[in-house]
T-cell receptor, first 114, second 116 residues
Framework: DGGITQSPKYLFRKEGQNVTLSCEQNLNHDAMYWYRQDPGQGLRLIYYSQIVNDFQKGDIAEGYSVSREKKESFPLTVTSAQKNPTAFYLC?????????????FGAGSRLTVL | DQQVKQNSPSLSVQEGRISILNCDYTNSMFDYFLWYKKYPAEGPTFLISISSIKDKNEDGRFTVFLNKSAKHLSLHIVPSQPGDSAVYFCAASVAYSGAGSYQLTFGKGTKLSVIP
């Protein structure tokens, strides 16, 4: 079955540590996205990538980094520079680069900073 | 500045009745709108969409209405079922103008509870 796999589902981090969240898709989608969800908030875009080896900052990119070395993979690193990293992180993909494309989401990764 | 607003954080409806979820937007460039449904600890799943050339789109129990002049859209669920209990997100994008950034802008969501 095609879909998006995010790992780990739950992650705990000490302050000052960088962590990397994995996102893999087998849908052959061109575009991939990372969103963050906080309680009572909508989904806010962190980074997105429309093509391999290219990515753009979203609305809240500070303290995060990404790479897109393969079409299938779009890992997100939460760095120690991110002031409030505890959140639910969602990876998504879409078939093309039009805003009319439907996003398919992964199941999410919950990061907790201790 | 919130461009997509869902002003009702929660809504409770009796099973079998109609659920109406509302969404307002401020960016007149938005021309494609979607509704997503999200269960706790899961990713959102696509429910239904509508482009700005239409004012209504229907899919089974779900109907989305778009009022461009009022910059308002609504999702109707008829009849409501307990399994519909979830958070519903409204989202919008600039899809067809050629100036879009391929991003979806989401509202904060409305938690729907369908009471048996």
């Amino acid at each position: 079955d095609g879909g998006i796999t995010q790992s780990p589902k739950y992650l705990f981090r000490k302050e000052g540590q960088n962590v990397t969240l994995s996102c893999e898709q087998n849908l052959n989608h061109d575009a991939m996205y990372w969103y963050r969800q906080d309680p009572g908030q909508g989904l806010r875009l962190i980074y997105y990538s429309q093509i391999v080896n290219d990515f753009q900052k979203g609305d809240i990119a500070e303290g995060y980094s990404v790479s897109r070395e393969k079409k299938e993979s779009f890992p997100l690193t939460v760095t120690s520079a991110q002031k409030n990293p505890t959140a639910f992180y969602l990876c998504a993909s879409s078939i093309g680069r039009s805003g009319a494309n439907v996003l398919t989401f992964g199941a999410g990764s919950r990061l907790t900073v201790l | 500045d919130q461009q997509v607003k869902q002003n009702s954080p929660s809504l409770s409806v009796q099973e079998g009745r109609i659920s109406i979820l509302n969404c307002d937007y401020t960016n007149s460039m938005f021309d494609y709108f979607l509704w997503y449904k999200k269960y706790p600890a899961e990713g959102p799943t696509f429910l239904i969409s509508i482009s700005s050339i239409k004012d209504k789109n229907e899919d089974g129990r779900f109907t989305v209405f778009l009022n461009k002049s009022a910059k308002h859209l609504s999702l109707h669920i008829v009849p409501s079922q307990p399994g519909d209990s979830a958070v519903y997100f409204c989202a919008a994008s600039v899809a067809y103008s050629g100036a879009g950034s391929y991003q979806l802008t989401f509202g904060k969501g409305t938690k729907l509870s369908v009471i048996p």
